[in-house]
């Protein structure tokens, strides 16, 4: 009896006490109201279900017979939207998040580039952001195979590029290409020119007019080879250039290098205790005003001073801000033999011209001279070494 | 003489009965459920005992936790367990 679309229309259990049930039911049946699966618990008790709708006639039958009625249980889709109606915000939240979750995805949220070898992340990243995508871009808005078309034709390096959705994620797979060696252009004028002082050793020219002999002392920056071709008239003595060309050659020259290093006998040696103390201050108007200050105990100590200026808000103001440590610092008196004094400054020196020497050079030379003082030692290195010092120069 | 002259033209145009003569129909199914058919409402309803009015008398049915399925104008369907059915003219 209608049980079918009942859940859609709602659905009530029902509980009476009366005395007189069987006048309770007539009733009902003969206003023409669907009832069933009536069981009586107890003597007045009595439990049925009747559709949502008939409540209210139930209710009238009810008030004929003395009986009272309560509703003990609410079933059907009439009443889960009636709920759901009352959950209106929480239906809202979820719906919002749907949306939101599925707004997010369509966003490009990784790029991430594989296969790259010389060619800089940032260089595929830049022409990327140039074609429209980057990191926030909607999926849907791009073309891929369009970009995939522009990069190449901006990267003349990559041979092949491929790009990939996955996700929030855009893969780049690239393939570089072995790029031809640089054309060397035998128009451009080019001189070569002296990279360091030095007496020239030898001197290696193909092509070009060379302005220094063998033996020539040249400083740095010096033209060596010039690219002009020269002609000299004889007759009238006049020189003229014919033509430039890419000149090409090698020169060597003695190059040298020199360190002076002293040590004095006596010194103070300052070695810092590691206890140290940290000012602040401004300076207004030539005042000093401290926002952070400590007394200062120490008995010998080295201050630093940071200045910086003072911004607000991300505007600079003409006020300083100086931040001052302070460290404390033990003080010893040192005295050397001429022989340990001597052995410091021969290895400061060593340290210094080490730095100086290119490496794969030939060295020729080497000079040592010591020079002994009343309270100090003085050590020369002269190193002298051979190799190139000829570089291009494009005019 | 009414009752004798439907009874016949039931018969003769093989019409159920229980339309033409206006009295109830009660089918058993098992010991499981009762349904009658053409009553004239309940008379006392308890968990082990029925009792419907109809043309012919009132109508009894015994047994034990009885529920009543569904009930309309023309029918009454009971489901429990059906110790015996018996039908009383008073």
Not at chain 1, 59 to 68: F, G, Y
Not at chain 1, 91 to 108: A, C, D, E, R, V
Not at chain 1, 179 to 197: G, L, Q, T
Request: overall charge positive.
């Amino acid at each position: 009896m209608g049980r079918g679309n009942s859940f859609i229309e709602g659905l009530i259990k029902v509980e009476i006490k009366t005395f007189n049930l069987e006048k309770f039911l007539n009733l009902t049946y003969k206003n023409g109201i669907k009832i069933w699966d009536i069981k009586k618990s107890d003597f007045i008790t009595t439990e049925f279900n009747i559709l949502a709708r008939d409540y209210r006639k139930i209710k009238k039958i009810a008030k004929i017979t003395n009986s009272k009625i309560k509703i003990k249980q609410k079933r059907g889709l009439a009443f889960q939207i009636y709920k759901l109606n009352n959950r209106k915000i929480f239906i809202f939240g979820i719906i919002l998040f749907i949306i939101t979750l599925y707004y997010l995805s369509n966003i490009i949220w990784q790029i991430d580039i594989k296969g790259n070898k010389t060619i800089s992340r940032e260089r595929i990243l830049n022409s990327l952001y140039k074609n429209g995508i980057k990191i926030g871009t909607k999926k849907n808005k791009t073309n891929l195979r369009e970009v995939e078309n522009n990069i190449l034709k901006e990267i003349k390096e990559l041979s092949l590029i491929n790009l990939s959705i996955d996700g929030i994620k855009l893969n780049v797979d690239v393939v570089e290409r072995t790029m031809p060696p640089s054309i060397f252009n035998s128009d451009e004028p080019v001189d070569i020119v002296a990279k360091k002082d030095g007496i020239i050793t030898k001197l290696y020219c193909y092509k070009g007019t060379p302005l220094v002999k063998v033996g020539d002392y040249v400083q740095k920056g010096q033209v060596l080879i010039s690219g002009d071709i020269i002609y000299t008239n004889k007759e009238t003595n006049k020189q003229e250039v014919i033509k430039t060309v890419h000149s090409l050659g090698k020169v060597y020259a003695k190059v040298w290098y020199e360190v002076f290093q002293e040590q004095e006998l006596k010194l103070q040696k300052r070695t810092r205790t590691g206890k140290f103390i940290k000012n602040e201050y401004i300076i207004l108007n030539g005042n000093k005003i401290y926002i952070k200050k400590f007394e200062n105990n120490f008995l010998n100590y080295d201050k630093i001073e940071n200045k910086t200026k003072v911004s607000i808000l991300g505007y600079n103001i003409p006020v300083d801000k100086i931040e001052e440590t302070i460290y404390e610092v033990d003080v010893e008196n040192v005295d050397y033999t001429i022989d340990q004094a001597i052995k410091i400054a021969t290895q400061k020196a060593q340290e210094e011209i080490n730095k100086q020497i290119p490496k794969n050079v030939n060295l020729i030379d080497k000079k040592y001279d010591k020079i002994i003082e009343k309270n100090k030692v003085k050590v020369r290195l002269l190193y002298i070494t051979e190799e190139e010092i000829s570089y291009d120069q494009h005019r | 003489m009414k009752r004798k002259l439907k009874h016949k033209i039931s018969e003769s145009l093989e019409m159920p009965k229980e339309v033409v003569l206006d009295i109830p129909c009660i089918r058993i199914i098992g010991t499981e459920e009762v349904e009658i058919e053409n009553h004239k409402g309940i008379v006392e309803y308890n968990s082990n005992i029925v009792r419907v009015s109809s043309n012919i008398g009132t109508i009894q049915i015994k047994g034990e936790n009885f529920i009543i399925k569904e009930i309309s104008q023309d029918s009454i369907v009971l489901s429990g367990k059906v110790e015996n059915v018996k039908l009383s003219n008073e």
